[in-house]
């Protein structure tokens, strides 16, 4: 049993080093739209998606293109010898979560108030090699 455990923790071992992940806590955007600009680029390689968040109009677009970035590079730190070109990254997972919220109170007429939430995201993006599975 203790060799079965082995083998299984290498092979896990060996998948997660063709993977990289970067994180974005306490975004101040909501993540409804967040959501809109994840979609464009989920499962995209690595090259399109940087372009579709260069010249996307959405203001979420700069926030995720800085961490695709973060992506890229924590996967070139961890894979030293490897090019990204060969490697072929693409975007294997984008979460959008939503995050904690700040509430405020607006005035409203007659005395009342309304009740307004400002709310804001964590965002993770999982960067993956291609080249492995072209085998």
């Known amino acids: 049993m203790g060799s079965r455990k082995k083998q ?14 970067a994180k974005l806590n306490n975004c101040p ?3 409804r739209k967040m959501r809109l600009v994840a979609d464009l680029v989920r499962g995209e390689k690595v090259e399109k998606a940087l372009n579709i968040l260069k010249f996307s ?3 979420a677009s700069n ?7 973060s992506a890229i590079a924590n996967w070139q730190a961890k ?7 060969e490697a072929e990254l693409f975007i294997k997972e984008i979460r959008v979560d939503g995050g904690s ?3 405020r109170l ?13 709310r804001s995201n964590h965002v993770t993006v999982v960067v993956g090699a291609n080249n492995n599975t072209q085998s």
Do not use: V, Y
């Open 8 to 21: 299984m923790a290498d092979a896990i071992k060996e998948e997660k080093k063709h993977i990289a992940f």
């Open 106 to 118: 607006r005035p409203a007429p007659q005395g009342r108030a309304h009740r307004i939430r400002k």
């Open 29 to 31: 955007t909501s993540p």
């Open 101 to 103: 919220m700040l509430k």
């Open 57 to 59: 109009q959405k203001e």
């Open 63 to 69: 926030r995720l293109e800085t961490l695709l970035l």
């Open 79 to 85: 894979n030293e010898d490897a090019n990204i070109e």
